[in-house]
């Protein structure tokens, strides 16, 4: 599971927002301000009949910064991503 989804900066992260556009789901801010120090992502690759899927997480970060449930405040009554 991707981390952001706790993070403080989740909202205006640029690592976050790639990872959204490889998922293709909505942006929570469309002009992220944020760079995150030393992202760590994990490419997960699932091939199913003639397309391949790739899932994106972000498993580690110099930045991150606990907000307990930071995406779901944002997002109330949406699925969290997993």
């Known amino acids: 599971m991707c981390i952001c989804i706790n993070c403080h900066y989740v909202d205006r992260?640029?690592?976050?927002?790639?990872?959204?556009?490889?998922?293709?789901?909505?942006?929570?801010?469309?002009?992220?301000?944020?760079?995150?120090?030393?992202?760590e992502?994990?490419?997960n690759i699932h091939p199913d009949g003639d397309?391949?899927?790739m899932e994106w997480d972000?498993?580690?970060?110099a930045?991150?910064?606990?907000?307990?449930?930071?995406?779901?405040?944002?997002?109330p009554g949406e699925l969290i991503p997993t």
Do not use: M
């Open 13 to 39: 992260c640029t690592t976050y927002h790639a990872v959204e556009a490889q998922h293709q789901q909505p942006h929570l801010t469309e002009q992220p301000s944020f760079e995150a120090d030393s992202p």
């Open 41 to 43: 992502i994990n490419v």
């Open 51 to 53: 397309v391949i899927e």
């Open 58 to 61: 972000v498993v580690g970060c």
């Open 63 to 75: 930045s991150f910064t606990q907000d307990q449930g930071k995406w779901a405040k944002l997002r």
